[in-house]
């Protein structure tokens, strides 16, 4: 079975420009959450999206927007890059289940990193 | 504010020796923990998922869990130098797909 796929894998960018992200999930995965990561902050939640809906939201400005479509493939946007925003971003899958079978494993992709200049 | 905490390391240990990696977090509710191991310039790597207070074994991979305690510890047996990577603590609460992160722990098994 294909794992998480990301695209693109390496991005440059110029502050104040834009920029979308895509990720395919598992096959059959239908929630996908995407990550920031920094050397600084570490791993931090941005959203999470589940049957085209965003269900969760992470401590982030606005400019960092998402959306999930039918075939459960996702993206998100980060408008008016700041030098900040530099920062391997990660899309992770996982199975709708009842939480209470315990079945909430994440797997991650392998990433898109940010460079904003 | 969710926290989790994890020893920061690095945390070097010989070929063969057990290594244990250490975590606490501060969310009384939290229902699911997972062990991730990233090596450098990789993505994280699901390794272990722990539900229930107790142990879980998979392979030379060892998860502890206790609720009560909050805490949450891995146990990897006969290290091996592939090993080497950092290891991050990972929680989750309620019903929600967000997961909470350690800042990780730096492991290094020298041959």
């Known amino acids: 079975k294909a794992g998480v796929t990301q695209t693109p894998r390496y991005l440059i960018k110029t502050r104040g420009q834009q920029v979308t992200l895509s990720c395919s999930p598992i096959?059959?995965?239908?929630?996908v959450s995407w990550y920031q990561q920094t050397p600084g902050q570490g791993l931090q939640f941005l959203f999470e999206y589940f049957s085209e809906t965003q269900r969760n939201k992470g401590n982030f400005p606005g400019r960092f927007s998402g959306r999930q479509f039918s075939n459960s493939r996702s993206e998100m946007n980060v408008s008016t890059l700041e030098l900040g925003d530099s920062a391997l971003y990660l899309c992770?899958?996982?199975?709708?289940?009842?939480?209470?079978?315990?079945?909430?494993?994440?797997?991650f992709g392998p990433g898109t990193r940010l460079t904003v200049l | 504010q969710k926290e989790v905490e994890q020893n920061s390391g690095p945390l070097s240990v010989p070929e063969g020796a057990i290594a244990s990696l250490n975590c606490t977090y501060s969310?009384?509710?939290?229902?699911?923990f997972f062990w991730y191991r990233q090596y450098s310039g990789k993505s994280p790597e699901l390794i272990m998922s722990i539900y229930s207070n107790g142990d879980k074994e998979d392979g030379r991979f060892t998860a502890q869990l206790n609720k009560a305690s909050q805490y949450v510890s891995l146990l990897i047996r006969d290290s091996q130098p592939s090993d080497s990577a950092t290891y991050l603590c990972a929680v989750g609460s309620g019903s929600a797909r967000q997961l909470t992160f350690g800042s990780g722990t730096q492991l290094t098994v020298l041959p």
């Open positions: 096959s059959g995965h239908r929630s």
């Open positions: 969310d009384r509710v939290s229902q699911s």
């Open positions: 992770a899958s996982s199975l709708e289940a009842a939480l209470r079978r315990g079945n909430n494993e994440q797997f």
